[in-house]
């Protein structure tokens, strides 16, 4: 089955301690991409990556780091969370950034 | 810039009535356009897509989406809503390939659609 798998779905930690939130696709797309959704500001793009080991920031990327050593992983880093970080994370993919996006199910995360 | 305004946060519509979510978009280039609808504890699901092959775009579960340059509009409307229909709604938009926003999807801030038995 076509699908973005992102782990974990929940997650509590404390200020500062460093976490990854992994994120795969088992479809061979070469585009993939990471958002957070707040209430009342829908869904803003963190990063995106258009292909192996090429990544770029979106429009809110402090804070964040993401690699792409290989096609179907591209995990989201947060290397010392704050609680302005607390948020819905979400993991995408598609054939390429105009393609209709394939969407993980969601990380739900709260940083104290 | 890119910037993508949905204009009601939240709509309210009976059952079997027609539904509208308003769209508007800017960009300096021609853009791609997308409605994605996501339920309650679930990801987004695209409903339908605008690439410039046509400017009435049909998708999913019988919405419908007109693309109006004039009015830089991409509104999202449906002749009868269900009850399955209640869900939040965003508008995306994405600059085209070569373009300096290449990669870069903008959300709208989203529209709760409520449907009334």
């Known amino acids: 089955e076509a699908q973005v798998t992102q782990n974990p779905r929940y997650l509590i930690t404390v200020t500062g301690k460093k976490l990854t939130v992994t994120c795969s696709q088992n479809?061979?797309?070469?585009?993939m991409s990471w958002y957070r959704q707040d209430p009342g500001l829908g869904l803003r793009q963190i990063y995106y990556s258009m292909n192996v080991e090429v990544t770029d920031k979106g429009d809110v990327p402090e804070g964040y780091k993401v690699s792409r050593k290989e096609k179907r992983n591209f995990p989201l880093i947060l290397e010392s969370p704050s609680p302005n970080q607390t948020s819905l994370y979400f993991c995408a993919s598609s054939r390429g950034h105009n393609s209709p996006l394939h969407f993980g199910n969601g990380t739900r995360l709260t940083v104290t | 810039a890119q910037s993508v305004t949905q204009l009601d946060s939240h709509v309210s519509v009976s059952e079997g009535t027609p539904v509208l979510l308003r769209c508007n978009y800017s960009s300096s280039y021609s853009p791609s356009l997308f409605w994605y609808v996501q339920h309650p504890n679930k990801g987004l699901q695209l409903l339908l897509k605008y690439t410039s092959a046509a400017t009435l775009v049909k998708g999913i579960n019988g919405f419908e989406a007109e693309f109006k340059k004039s009015e830089t509009s991409f509104h999202l409307t449906k002749p009868s809503a269900h009850m399955s229909d209640a869900a939040e709604y965003f508008c995306?938009?994405?600059?085209?390939?070569?373009?300096?926003?290449?990669?870069?999807?903008?959300f709208g801030q989203g529209t709760t659609l409520q449907v009334k038995p």
């Open positions: 479809m061979n797309h070469e585009y």
């Open positions: 995306v938009v994405s600059d085209p390939l070569g373009s300096s926003n290449t990669g870069k999807l903008i």
